[in-house]
């Protein structure tokens, strides 16, 4: 790109009327506000407006794999991402209820992958998985392990093995009546204390608003909306999900390694 390419974008994107400055913490308002005021309130909104087109990703032809290596890496991370294609949708109780769902299930696959990895015969030391929502259109699934050295395909092999586990046999009612419970149980705490959760909590719901038009509800509501959700999920539902984040097109692999590996 040109010089002029970086000024157009400006020129462009940053505009007051698609901002939103959002302040969590033990202040005082009336100082930030005036903070706001003083470094954005200059900012003049152009006469004409801006079409925000809806972007979408390209399908992969093959699955990507990228490996690097850095001698001052220490240690061996792997990571995929299975990219799904996703339509648009308002945010109601269908979409709070598919939310649940997905969460209730990377809790399940958290724990199963985090007892892999305790046993001293694991390839691999520690693990992630779950899934992201980079765009409005698109959906990742991901897992990620730190992995024991010359044992990087071994660790490859187990995590697949267990996702595939899950996407044939679907998950136990135990597994499912203990994430639920769980999943209340962190509800229930943080109800009890609003004053000293963490700020992202708050602002997670804020962004989720401004950048996907998610309702902007309180943590009470929040847990009514769950409540209500939780009593009309099945094991059917979770196994439903774990297909549908299978069913991919769009596969990439990271692995990073001080030297190749």
Request: no cysteine; charged share 25%; aromatic share 6%.
């Given at each position: 790109g040109k010089h002029e390419d970086l000024i157009r974008f400006y020129n462009t994107w940053?505009?007051?009327?698609?901002?939103?400055?959002v302040a969590v913490g033990d202040f005082k308002s009336?100082?930030?506000?005036?903070?706001?005021?003083?470094?954005?309130?200059?900012l003049?909104?152009?006469?004409?407006?801006?079409?925000?087109?809806?972007?979408?990703?390209?399908?992969?032809?093959?699955?990507?794999?990228?490996?690097i290596a850095d001698k001052e890496l220490t240690g061996i991370t792997l990571s995929s991402f299975w990219r799904n294609q996703k339509k648009p949708s308002n945010f109601d109780?269908?979409?709070?209820?598919?939310?649940?769902?997905?969460n209730l299930l990377s809790g399940i696959l958290s724990k199963?992958?985090?007892?892999?990895?305790?046993?001293?015969?694991?390839?691999?030391?520690?693990?992630?998985?779950?899934?992201?929502?980079?765009?409005?259109?698109?959906?990742k699934f991901y897992f990620r392990a730190s992995?024991?050295?010359?044992?990087?395909?071994?660790?490859?092999?187990?995590?697949?093995?267990?996702?595939?586990?899950?996407?044939?046999?679907?998950?136990?009612e135990q597994e499912f009546s203990t994430e639920k419970r769980l999943y209340i149980e962190w509800f229930e705490s943080?109800?009890?204390?609003?004053?000293?959760?963490s700020h992202h909590v708050y602002l997670g719901s804020y962004i989720k608003y401004f950048l996907e038009g998610a309702p902007l509800t309180s943590l009470a509501q929040d847990y009514e909306l769950t409540m209500a959700a939780l009593d009309s999920i099945t094991l059917s539902d979770l196994s439903g999900q774990m297909k549908t984040w299978a069913d991919h097109q769009n596969a990439s692999i990271f692995l990073t390694a001080p030297t190749e590996t």
């Open positions: 940053y505009r007051p009327d698609l901002m939103s400055i009336t100082n930030v506000e005036k903070l706001i005021k003083q470094y954005f309130g200059k003049i909104r152009p006469s004409t407006a801006v079409s925000q087109p809806l972007q979408h990703l390209q399908d992969f032809d093959k699955p990507v794999v990228n490996i109780e269908t979409t709070y209820k598919k939310l649940v769902i997905k199963r992958i985090s007892d892999l990895s305790l046993d001293t015969t694991s390839p691999f030391m520690g693990a992630r998985i779950g899934y992201k929502q980079s765009l409005p259109t698109a959906e992995v024991k050295p010359n044992r990087t395909s071994e660790a490859f092999e187990a995590l697949l093995t267990e996702i595939k586990r899950v996407v044939d046999n679907g998950v136990s943080a109800l009890k204390s609003q004053e000293t959760l």
